[in-house]
Structure formats: C-alpha cells, structure tokens
C-alpha cells in the first residue's frame, strides 16, 4: 500500500498530477489553519468521488517558531502511515525553508517533487532523479478538482465535417453573415422560432430587403446541399425549414458561435492536450447556476481561458468577465485571452495589459492568427 501526503495550494494541480502518478490507496492533505475551506472540501470531495481514500491533518507550516513542532507533528505522522509512503514536496519549494527537508531526508519517506512541466522526480541519495513523465490534466478533471460539475460543451458538434463546411463558408461570406444575422436582433422581423419544435424554424424573406433576400438564399441553399436543413415549406410569404439537429440551428443564430468554433479549431492546432467549448458548467450545485466559458484549453498543465467576441467593438467588462472566470476557475496563472473580431481602443488595450489579458483580433487569416496562438502558448511553455 501507498499513502501520498501531500500539502493543500490554492492551485492543487501538481497535488493532482502526483495522485495520478502514483494512484496511491491513501491520501494525507496537510493544510494550515487558514487555508480556503470551501477550495480544501472541493479537492476532498473531487478525490472521494474518484473512489481516493483522503484524511487532512492541519498544521502550522509558514508561521511557527518553534523548531521541534513540525518534526515532532510529521514523526506522528509517518509512524501511523503503513508501508511505502511518499511525501510531495510543494512546487514553491519554502518547504526548505522551515528545516522541514531536512527532517524528512533523513525519514524512512520517499520524497517527489513535481516540475513545472508536470515531470516527477524523486529524492535518492545525494540527489533527485526523474520517474515519470507529465500526466496531462483534462479540462474535466481541472473543472471537477476545483469542485464544479460540466453541464453541456459543443465540442463535438464542432468535430462534424458538415459544420466545419459551415464555418468556412460564414467565414467567407462574412459581410454577408453580418448583414443577415448579427444586425438582425435575435428573433427579429425575418424569423421566429416553429411552434412545439425547436428543430424548426420559419423565416419571412419578404421583411428583407432585395440584397438581404439573396444573401438568405445563398445560405439556406449551401445548408441544403451540406445536408444541415431541409426546407419543409417554400411559400412567398414564409419558408418553414428543418434543421437536422437543434444544435445546428443555435449555431446559425447565436452570436458567436462560429468564432468559438474557429478558436477551438485554432487551439487544437497550437497543440492542446485537450481543448473544450462553449463550455456550461456548475460551481454550486445546489443553486444550479450555470457558468459558461466558450473556450478552454490546457497544453503541458498549463490552463488557457478564452473569451470570444464577435463584436463591432470591445467593451471594459468582457475584461473583467474573462480575468473573473479565469481565477475563478483554474487561478492567477491561468492564461487568459479575449479572442475577438474587434479591434482594442488604446483603454482596452492598457486595462487588457493590467490584468493580464492578451488579446488576439481575428482577421480572417488563420495562419496569421495561429502564429499570434502560438506566441502566446510560446511565452507560457513550461521550462
């Protein structure tokens, strides 16, 4: 039997990697007094439900003078742990500082640390030597250790070949796209949605102006041909169309969404381990308050927060809604990005820069804008 004793950390990511490595059958959380209880019960909980056997024990690491606390708690400790055990020293490395190290080096204690990169290495003799390579974190077990629950993604609606068609064409056809949909306000005077079926929906081609009409028609036409509707009623007044999945229609409608689809496009690109969006999920699930993020991705345990804007202009708060997602979900070293369609004023770009937000803006070269991707994931690689 293994037991792991490793201390809490508000980012409990290389607590998690080693659990992953070591799949121990018991588990010491040291935290101290005054640590987030609410953050600590969430990593508990995640943990119980992976079927982990958990005990937290609190002790006084940063502030305690007294030379002999620490040894004498940890002497307790190790002896009432049973076989192999192995200590998890904290990525910060200000264990050293508290005498603790050299304490357990001389315990029967296997001690790991856990390197940026998410690489382990372990204590022996004079030195450390490495043992394993990352364990990549996927964004449900980053979601669910930090205590929330996913409710719904679109990531595979945007692995299908008929929608990536769609995406291209928007694309090529955007001033198009724009003039028909994103000025036409939502449920507005050219359609609405089809009594007691949300597959359906009815649009009035003559509230459109002559250029509106063809544009309408070179989109329902290429959506035919892509197999994603089908047209249930053709009259002058009204045509009834049928999409073959809800999803496909939200898609079409929603501001938006193809420019989440063209980032998750773009992040699989750059190399994410693994990359999910228009993300639902829940921190209480209790209230049952949804909270969404269009795009999340983590590379080398690193976690990226993107925010897409299909906008004429930024505002302040898609700042402030971003960095609060970000911290909230992963912490300050989330990487955050505002991906969007707009070009920053000189205000948004100096309020982006104070926290810590970059900000990519589409122009529709996608090789152009995955170089920009790149840059930004080259400057958060891991050493």
């Not at 024990?57 to 400790?77: G, I, Q």
Request: one cysteine or more.
């Amino acid at each position: 039997m293994t037991t792991l004793i490793c201390i809490h950390q508000k980012d409990n990511m290389n607590n998690l990697l080693a659990i992953k490595h070591y799949e121990p059958d018991n588990i010491i959380l040291i935290h101290e007094p005054g640590d987030d209880k609410a953050l600590i019960q969430q990593f508990i909980t995640y943990l119980s439900n992976q079927d982990y056997t958990i005990d937290t024990l609190t002790l006084k690491l940063k502030e305690n003078s007294d030379p002999a606390y620490l040894p004498k708690k940890l002497s307790h400790l190790l002896q009432s742990a049973k076989n192999e055990t192995v200590f998890l020293l904290p990525a910060s490395r200000q264990i050293i500082g508290y005498n603790l190290f050299s304490f357990l080096d001389k315990e029967d204690v296997k001690l790991c640390f856990v390197e940026e990169d998410g690489d382990i290495w372990e204590k022996e003799n004079s030195g450390f030597h490495f043992v394993g390579d990352a364990t990549n974190i996927d964004v449900n077990d980053y979601i669910l250790s930090r205590g929330g629950l996913i409710t719904s993604d679109t990531t595979n609606l945007f692995t299908h070949e008929r929608i990536v068609n769609l995406l291209n064409f928007i694309e090529a056809n955007f001033k198009d796209y724009v003039s028909l949909f994103r000025n036409q306000h939502s449920g507005g005077s050219f359609y609405k949605s089809y009594p007691d079926n949300k597959n359906k929906l009815i649009l009035f081609p003559n509230q459109l102006n002559q250029g509106n009409q063809s544009i309408l028609w070179k989109f329902l036409n290429f959506m035919v041909d892509q197999d994603i509707i089908r047209i249930h009623q053709k009259l002058k007044s009204q045509v009834i169309i049928n999409f073959k999945h809800k999803s496909y229609k939200s898609y079409l409608l929603k501001t938006g969404t193809w420019l989440e689809h063209r980032c998750f496009v773009l992040m699989n690109e750059v190399g994410c381990d693994d990359v999910e969006a228009s993300l639902s999920f829940l921190w209480d699930k209790k209230r049952k308050a949804n909270n969404e993020i269009d795009v999340i991705g983590i590379k080398d345990n690193q976690l990226y927060v993107v925010s897409c804007k299909d906008r004429s202009h930024i505002e302040p708060e898609f700042i402030n809604e971003l960095y609060s997602n970000a911290v909230h979900l992963g912490n300050e070293a989330a990487v955050k990005i505002l991906f969007t369609t707009a070009a920053p004023t000189r205000g948004i770009i100096d309020k982006a820069n104070e926290f810590g937000v970059h900000i990519i803006t589409y122009s529709f070269d996608t090789d152009k804008t995955l170089d920009q991707f790149l840059k930004i994931v080259s400057l958060n690689l891991k050493p």
